[in-house]
């Protein structure tokens, strides 16, 4: 009668199973056995690797950001007055060089956005054909620079405040989280 041994898994000195010649780690949150490319790199470990997989890291960032909101919007908050042009010319470059995805995104915000797009393409023409138009400064901070064209209520497609940029989306801003709107440039 032969006697079956089950050899040893081997294991590397900082806790990285190594039995297949698959390196693989067991996630300390959901304890699956998981390849290491599942897992974020965390220089300060004995292995190298973060002691929770990408799926539960992700997850418990979800959970913490909702219930931390304001944290995350009084932050966002900070970086984007402090970096807006790098932001906007960093987006207009990865449209530049993803027209297809760029379009793709706008055609699925406007399929989402029926009476919005139906707006914008009402106050687009009119400002065409010369039935309205749009004046050189803004109206909440009188900034001289390219406006843009806030709808209070889109079922009035041509009744707009004419914003600047900064002032557009801290009015957007405000509304969501019901807060007074100063202006940067002021």
């Known amino acids: 009668m032969t006697k079956t041994v089950a050899l040893p898994v081997k294991r590397s000195p900082i806790g990285i199973n190594m039995s297949d010649g698959a390196a693989t780690k067991v996630c300390t949150k959901c304890g699956v056995e998981k390849g290491v490319e599942k897992f974020y790199q965390r220089v300060l470990s004995k292995d190298g690797l973060q002691s929770w997989c990408k799926a539960c890291g992700m997850k418990e960032r979800r959970i913490w950001r909702a219930t931390h909101r304001e944290r995350v ?75 843009c064209g806030h709808h209070e209520n889109y079922s009035k497609p041509l009744d707009v405040v004419w914003l600047c940029q900064s002032c557009h989306e801290l009015l957007h801003n405000a509304q969501l989280e019901k807060e007074e709107v100063v202006c940067r440039r002021r």
Not at 97 to 115: D, M, S, V
Not at 121 to 141: E, H, M, Q, T, Y
Request: net charge positive.
């Open 73 to 147: 919007n009084a932050s966002a908050r900070k970086h984007w007055a402090t970096h807006t042009i790098a932001s906007i010319s960093r987006c207009k470059h990865w449209r530049d060089a993803n027209p297809e995805r760029a379009r793709a995104a706008k055609n699925t915000w406007a399929l989402q956005h029926p009476g919005a797009t139906h707006a914008h393409d009402i106050l687009n023409n009119a400002l065409r054909a010369g039935r309205i138009l749009k004046p050189s400064v803004c109206f909440s901070c009188g900034g001289n620079v390219r406006l």
